[in-house]
């Protein structure tokens, strides 16, 4: 399939040949799905610890008699039952919730969605993208130039371009990333992705 490529200009420049395997697949949403689950379950770490009801620091004295006082009898403080004891079935911080995701599987799903954005004219790709200086107003007016609004956009390069990163830093809703940092993640949440000519070589010798 061919592939629309722009300068930095805004101006159409000789389209580029890409792989179906990458860019034409059919959509897959159930895919889709499993794969962002898994690589957001993956990125979450277990570090929430609660307090059963053996290590809260309260007397084990029963607080009041069984019988009589017309109260739910009660053995201890530290009940589960009551405001300030322990959990039942508490977080330890060891918790595991990683997804197994097989290489294949993860290679095909990002596929699906780079298809997807081609197929609804979010990818743009463009002969390169370079700033002279890490100035934030050079890159806004760089974005500006390919017409694209600078709300939440996906800058993927082959080389990250130090000047480029810098300049992004201070644009709350623009990421750049190289070709292999790409995730499912970050390709689904920008409504728009740019993407340099030297990117679609690498993304395709990754993903193919």
């Known amino acids: 399939m061919e592939l629309k490529v722009i300068n930095d200009k805004g101006v159409a420049s000789a389209n580029i040949q890409a792989s179906d395997a990458v860019f034409g697949r059919g959509y897959n949403e159930d895919l889709v799905h499993q794969l962002v689950v898994a690589y957001q379950a993956n990125a979450r770490a277990a570090n929430s610890k609660q307090k059963g009801r053996s290590e809260i ?5 029963k ?4 019988k009589g006082t017309g109260r739910a009898r009660a053995g201890m ?3 589960p039952l009551w405001r300030g004891g322990g959990k039942i079935f508490p977080n330890t911080g060891e918790e595991n ?3 197994k995701v097989n290489r294949k599987m993860y290679r095909a799903g990002v596929a699906v ?3 997807k954005l081609v197929s609804e004219n979010r990818l743009t790709v463009v002969d390169e993208l370079t700033v ?13 130039g390919l017409g694209l609004g600078s709300d939440r956009l ?3 390069t082959d080389n990250l371009d130090e000047n480029l990163y810098l300049s992004s830093r201070n644009l709350p809703n623009v990421l750049v990333l190289e070709a292999h940092q ?5 390709l689904i949440r920008y409504p728009n992705v740019v993407v340099t000519r030297a990117a679609v070589a690498k993304i395709e010798e990754i993903f193919a």
């Not at 002279?132 to 500006?144: D, H, Q, R, S």
């Not at 790409?182 to 970050?186: F, G, I, L, Q, W």
């Open 57 to 61: 620091a309260k007397s084990t004295r």
């Open 63 to 66: 607080p009041f008699a069984q």
């Open 77 to 79: 403080a530290s009940s």
């Open 97 to 99: 919730y990683t997804h």
């Open 113 to 115: 969605i780079l298809s």
């Open 132 to 144: 002279a200086a890490p100035k934030t107003k050079m890159l806004v007016e760089k974005i500006k």
């Open 154 to 156: 996906l800058i993927i």
């Open 182 to 186: 790409a995730d499912p993640v970050s």
